[in-house]
């Protein structure tokens, strides 16, 4: 009877739990579809403000800047960090204490803090050289760097998870360095960069502070835009967004399961 009693309070806690983090991104896709100009009242069904989102030049501008950044600085970052999670692993016997602090310092660091440290370094590197003015290279740079930290530790744990012995059967069996690469290393992290590469995505699309410290006023990203808007008031038309967004993300998560499935 305990036991009962105890699974129907999980099961209320688990639903108000979904209740209380899909609720409010309810109410936002809602109100994109709202035919009047505020978020306080329905006013009828109406796609206007999807509408008049695809002929926004500046929202369209500012979402291909978010795309383009996101994958540029997660390529590059994938490939600095999987070598600096490689030398890790490499060298894993020796003292470490350093570079591992200095890898865990950009994740620990606030971002204002971080975001400011960028615009510092810029801005000296532009006075003394004329280079690295603020825009998208300097989004990239900035990017990269807070980036590389989750990408060496995801490919440092899955080198710790693999069986020492196998690197010495690639040299017992005569793979020269490029292929122990190609053959068994690549292979045997492809999931790892796989999964660092979306969570680099991830974080550069999610990303506002450190953005918005080294942009340029030609390279304005997506969160930057909303964040400049809702400064006037939440428009339906930053709800019509947001909820591009989550379909987005929703339709990503969808086609991951069936693939998965289908793989099973």
Known sequence: MQNRSFRKGLAVFWWLTLIFLYAPL?????????????????????????????????????????????????????????????GLYKHRARRLGLLIVLIYLPIVMPDIVFGIADMAFFVQIHRLTGLLSPGLGTMVIAHVTFQIPFVALIVY????????????????????????????????????????????FTL????????????????????????????????PEINAIATLMIASVALVAVLSLLFNRRRV
């Open 204 to 235: 550069s699309v999610d990303d506002f502070v450190i953005s918005f410290f080294t942009a340029g006023p030609e390279s304005a990203t997506l969160p930057i835009y909303i964040w400049g808007a809702i400064r006037r008031g939440i428009s």
């Open 26 to 86: 309810l109410v936002v896709m809602v109100f994109s579809f709202n035919s009047i100009n505020t978020s306080a009242r329905w006013g009828g069904f109406s796609l206007r403000w999807y509408d008049r989102l695809m002929h926004n030049d500046v929202v369209i501008n500012a979402i291909s800047h978010t795309l383009l950044l996101a994958v540029i600085s997660s390529i590059i970052a994938v490939i600095l960090g999987a070598m600096i999670g490689y």
């Open 157 to 200: 744990s899955r080198f710790v998870g693999l069986d020492a012995t196998l690197f010495d059967a690639a040299k017992d069996l005569y793979a020269s360095p490029w292929q122990r690469m190609l053959h068994f290393i690549l292979p045997t992290l492809k999931p790892a960069l796989l999964s660092a590469f979306f969570l680099s």
